[in-house]
């Protein structure tokens, strides 16, 4: 089995769709897979900004998950047609679009402040 008919039987089923199907479909995709690279993206700034709170290469490992499963994500959207590309795509910038309303939504959270004391 040469390497055509391989991609040809994993994604016959995905291209036999309609495309007002695929197309939501592709939306919602982009979306589950932009709050995932981005939550591990938020988790990855925290790991480095915060050493004490876990291991240094849980950083590395978030990393190169994220890295990897959009690249895998974006890789069937590709293979399923231009549209599907865009639309997963779209998914990805709403994904970002909603964590970042998010984060800027929720109370800043300071440190104690220590009261100084007047020197002598």
């Given at each position: 089995m040469d390497e055509c008919t391989m991609i040809n039987a994993l994604f016959l089923p995905l291209l036999s769709l309609p495309l007002l199907l695929t197309i939501p479909l592709c939306f919602l995709?982009?979306?589950?897979?932009?709050?995932?690279?981005?939550?591990?993206?938020?988790?990855?700034?925290n790991?480095?900004?915060?050493?004490?709170?876990?291991h240094p290469l849980m950083g590395?490992?978030?990393?190169l998950a994220r890295f990897s499963l959009m690249a895998l994500g974006l890789y069937v959207?590709?293979?399923m047609g231009g549209f599907t590309l865009l639309a997963t795509l779209a998914g990805i910038v709403a994904a970002?679009?909603?964590?970042?309303?998010r984060y800027l939504n929720r109370p800043l959270r300071h440190p104690p402040r220590h009261k100084r004391h007047a020197s002598p």
């Open positions: 995709g982009g979306l589950v897979l932009g709050y995932g690279y981005f939550y591990a993206l938020q988790k990855t700034v790991l480095m900004v915060n050493v004490n709170h876990g590395v490992a978030l990393t959207a590709v293979q970002k679009s909603l964590m970042f309303r």
